[in-house]
């Protein structure tokens, strides 16, 4: 379902010394984490493409609105719209950028969508969410199930046990010989925060946050 490269980094607010910057201090998240998933098992790209797409992901305004909650993670993958061989102008870097919300505060949400080959911003959401309890797994493959996507992309039930979580978020993706896609749901919202297909002998679409 999905192959996953993770870099964990916990972080401390210090000051920046030694560095030649003097007495300035620079803010650090209290807690940040990034996936770096894929829908084809890296047999396309490589976990070093994914890094590169962060790096032109980070400092946009909209990863800025989430990080400023102090803790959050980052999921960094590449979603190819089309099957069979591959074509890099059918394709798309995708970064979902999560806080981790405290008791009463919501959920901010960032996802970035940037052209495959170049790496530039093709688009870029960003919303807030009432935040509750990470519901479980198999309240996720629930929702998933209902989602109108998942009806025609396989003919069965998700199966909790295939959903990867990563910081309150689920990601469910099915690679087919014709119809396929990816799901990423935050957990704390109970929402659907992405949403895209893939097909055979054309090009699918980003159905959430929308074209």
Known sequence: MGFQARLFLALICLPLLGCGWGSETVEEPEFFDILYYSETDFSTETPRDAEKAWVSMKDLPEVEFVSSEGSYVAIVFMHPFSIGVFDPKAAEWIGIV????????????????????????????KMQ???GELIT???????ISQNPQYGWMVDWRVDPADLVEFGGNY?????SGDFGGVIVLNGYAGKIIFS??????????????GE
Do not use: Q
Request: no cysteine.
């Open 98 to 125: 999560t806080s981790i919300p405290e008791e009463g505060r919501p959920v901010k949400i960032a996802v970035l969508r940037l052209d495959y080959e170049s790496m530039s911003l093709k688009k870029a959401h």
């Open 129 to 131: 969410l009432p935040a």
């Open 137 to 143: 797994p198999a309240e996720a493959a629930e929702i």
């Open 171 to 175: 990601i469910y993706s099915y690679m």
């Open 196 to 209: 895209a297909t893939r097909v055979w002998n054309g090009v699918g679409k980003v159905l959430v946050p």
